[in-house]
Antibody, heavy 121, light 108 residues
């Protein structure tokens, strides 16, 4: 059974940094692209970033490009999101999700339960 | 940038059929995926590649995609279907994932 468990969220001041982690199990981690999706309180889903199975190809939403970095360690079955220069509008629950395929971004067939990030002074 | 448009809400009586549209420019040329999100829970994929159902998703849920509209159809609606539903595509021009704004399904 596929499991995705996020961690690393919390309260941070504007301009601060956080690193989110997502531990995967129950599937061959390197065989699937992975993505981060966030959801602000009371709002819809917003895609943040995606990464191919090998880690060689990355994609970012315009709202986070240059501030966030997605990466993965396939030896540890873990996906990361390094978030720098955090802003109040980054406040959201951050979900990691497993892609249907390895390279090109498709749909997301398994999701973690999410980790909350609050950016506030 | 590519935009997906969903109605904010749809209401239906138990046992009836709910249809949730997702509009986008020539969306029929893209692969559409649908997610269900119950309150306080993570999203769950209910349809992938326009019409396919993941294992465990009931046959009451079906979908189509043509022209400028993709549609999620829920037959014989039950109270447990009450949730937010999101459509999603990959915009290969901008290399971005795009979600629709979501539709709240209310079972009367």
């Amino acid at each position: 059974e596929v499991h995705l468990v996020e961690s690393g969220g919390g309260l941070v001041q504007p301009g601060g940094t956080l690193r989110l982690s997502c531990a995967g199990s129950g599937f061959t981690f390197s065989s699937n692209a992975m993505t981060w999706v966030r959801q602000a309180p009371g709002k819809g889903l917003e895609w943040v970033s995606a990464l191919s199975g090998s880690g060689n190809t990355t994609y970012y939403a315009d709202s986070v490009r240059g501030r966030f970095t997605i990466s993965r360690d396939n030896s540890k079955n873990t996906l990361y999101l390094q978030m720098n220069g955090l802003r109040a509008e980054d406040t959201a629950i951050y979900y990691c999700a497993k892609d249907l395929a390895n390279v090109v971004v498709n749909g997301f067939d398994h999701w973690g339960q999410g980790t909350p990030v609050t950016v506030s002074s | 940038s590519y935009v997906l448009t969903q109605p904010p809400s749809v209401s239906v009586a138990p046992g009836q059929t709910a249809t949730i549209p997702c509009g986008g420019d020539n969306i029929g040329s893209k692969s559409v995926h649908w997610y269900q999100q119950r309150p306080g829970q993570a999203p769950v994929m209910v349809i992938y590649f326009d019409t396919d159902r993941p294992s465990g998703i009931p046959e009451r849920l079906s979908a189509s995609n043509s022209g400028n509209t993709a549609t999620l159809t829920i037959s014989r609606v039950e109270a447990g279907d009450e949730a937010d539903y999101f459509c999603q595509v990959w915009d290969s021009t901008k290399m971005h994932v795009v979600f629709g704004g979501g539709t709240k399904l209310t079972v009367l």
